[in-house]
């Protein structure tokens, strides 16, 4: 769906709105009235309750050919260069028992590949398990989406509505 630059694929959402009635899958699509993107897939809205939230896709080629017209910032840097990405990764690991020694390897492996010298504890700090995100406030660069006190003072009130319930009965 993705295999050519200039390519983008579109939330229905976003199908429905402009192109109404019509097939969007082949049409022209202009972002910030200078650059012209072809659809080559439509997709299903994302849940609102997803941690993910996004209503388009296309190709690192493409946003770093954008990011170089809008910011002068080399293509070449923006697509090989470790320092230069500014988004989140998600690996799925499954059942890894020892997180502490998965962590330190990824941040080994990563550290030698930007040419630095390995330090204990830098990029590990940024790993996190996907369960932690919604809850947690502000953790490791990642927004959460919902507040856990909320959680714990609905439950109060209801515990406390149950009890008053309880006695008047």
Known sequence: MLARPNTIAIAQ???DKYFPNKDAIGQVIRYNNKYDYEITGVFKDVP?????Q???LTTFETIAKMVQDEYNFPVDQFLNSLDAWNYSTYFYIPNEPDMEGLTKRIDQKFTVARGDEYKE???????QPLSEIH?????????ANGDISYVYIFSAVALLILIIACFNF
Do not use: E, P, Q, R
């Open 135 to 143: 809850f947690t406030k502000g953790i490791k660069a990642d927004s």
């Open 13 to 15: 959402s976003v199908a």
């Open 48 to 52: 609102a309750n997803s941690h993910l």
């Open 54 to 56: 996004f209503t388009y």
């Open 121 to 127: 504890g830098g990029l590990g700090d940024w790993l």
